[in-house]
């Protein structure tokens, strides 16, 4: 059964907050979703890139009071 | 009160010691009693491996006893923790001891995992181990030129290593003078060569003047040693005829078998530095599931906080302080150079241009751990 996991990487400058989601999308099962909250501003650019490039789902990514949430599904 | 402390690396021999000092008084009246379990009688310095990978240093300067390193009043045994319970406050060793404590420190550390790669553990050099280390730098020793690939796995220890390994194979390759026969290529996990933004863009000009090639967004899927081919998640690949490898890491299996956190990550306060729903549980350094640096740094200004807090807990019945996130990581660029990158969790490093007076400062740090582990630094 896949699930939904909440990584909070705000404020975090090292390892950051994309290092962060491929940390625990290695860990994530198939199917399984991840949403990650960032406070680097370059996250809602950065985050976008890696996921179509390795050819994970995109679910949505979206800026809420100076927090990104950006949600993804591992598809492979 | 009865403080244990699981684990004699960075973060749990400065705890131990910064403790045992700020409650001497009350060790000697019998009030407090500090206890350390560990897995091994020997303490290593790993950031010296860096060093030993290229015959800079030798392996036996990496170790003290462990027993050495501590103040007399820590009851110190060799028995690594099994089973935590921490519904009932005790610990089971491998030995079948029984432990009851009323503060409990988990400082296990994490180990690497290159197999978790296919091929990497065959086909790659690290030095994340004193073997390891010597292999590798026998294998640069003979090497006389070609492609050399350096790849990170993620997550990794000591994010600043992947730069500073490139800066040392420049330099050395330099002074045997076969640096124009050797081609050095950096693979880096996400879309920029250093995950701090300051570093990468301080980075990217050294390693244009260096002459080393690049490439981002590769994350390391699997390596063909019969063939010397190393390819990535994101469908690209790289024929080396060495290739060094910052390997994964995960936190270890007991604290995983124990069901304490996914991946062997303790989930930890990141400002009171306790396990989450456990006020007498404190978690340091490598164990953390803290979206910090997993350095023996951070593990030391980790481990200051949580012993501060224990004491004054036993002192005036509450902490007195939070962790900010502080990390500090000497950034080695060559082989007399170094500049450091000084971050928390608000503010962003501010990188200086490297100079030789810091790189001495590393190496005068790489003897004074041994005073800093001992809590007196």
Known sequence: MSETKLVDARDTFCPGPLMELITHMKQASVGDTIELLSTDEGSGADVPEWVNKVGHEMLSNEKIEGVWHIKVRKAK | ?377
């Open chain 2, 1 to 377: 009160m009865k403080i244990l402390v699981v684990g004699g690396g960075t973060g749990g021999t400065i705890v131990a010691n910064n403790l045992a000092r700020r409650l001497s008084g009350e060790i000697r009246a019998g009030k407090v009693k500090i206890t350390m379990l560990s897995a091994s009688d020997k303490h290593m310095y790993q950031p010296g491996l860096l060093y030993v990978a290229f015959g800079q240093m030798m392996p036996d300067e990496l170790y003290r006893d462990q027993a050495s390193l501590l103040e007399s009043s820590v009851d110190f045994h060799v028995d690594p923790v099994e089973q935590f319970e921490l519904d009932k406050n005790q610990v089971k060793t491998k030995s079948g001891k029984v432990h009851m404590y009323d503060v409990l420190v988990i400082a296990t550390g994490s180990r690497i995992v290159p197999e978790q790669i296919p091929g990497l553990a065959e086909g790659a050099e690290t030095f994340y181990s004193e073997a390891g280390a010597v292999k590798m730098f026998k294998r640069l020793r003979e090497f006389q030129g070609g492609k050399i690939a350096v790849v990170v796995g993620v997550p990794h220890k000591c994010p600043i290593a992947p730069v500073e390994v490139i800066f040392s194979l420049n330099d050395y390759f330099k002074a045997r003078g076969i640096r124009e026969k050797v081609t050095i290529k950096y693979h880096y996990p996400i879309g920029r060569i250093h995950t701090i933004k300051e570093v990468a863009t301080w980075a990217k000009p050294e390693f244009d003047r260096m002459g080393i090639e690049y490439e981002t967004l590769f994350n390391v899927k699997e390596v063909d040693v019969k063939n010397k081919v190393v390819k990535s998640e994101e469908d690209t690949e790289y024929a080396y005829d060495l290739l060094i490898a910052i390997p994964p890491h995960r936190g270890m299996e007991v604290i995983e078998k124990n069901g304490l956190g996914e991946g062997g990550w303790i989930p930890t306060d990141r400002h009171k530095l306790t396990l989450n729903g456990h006020d007498n549980v404190y978690v340091v350094g490598d164990t953390t599931n803290l979206p910090v640096s997993k350095t023996g740094s951070a593990a030391h200004f980790e481990a200051e906080v949580i012993s501060e807090n224990i004491s004054s807990i036993v002192k005036i019945g509450t902490p007195v302080r939070d962790y900010d996130g502080k990390v500090y990581c000497f950034i080695e660029t060559g082989h007399d150079s170094a500049t450091y990158a000084m971050f928390n969790y608000q503010n962003p490093p501010n990188l200086k241009p490297p100079s030789k007076p810091m790189h001495w400062f590393k190496m005068s740090y790489n003897k004074m751990y041994w005073t800093s582990v001992r809590g007196l630094l």
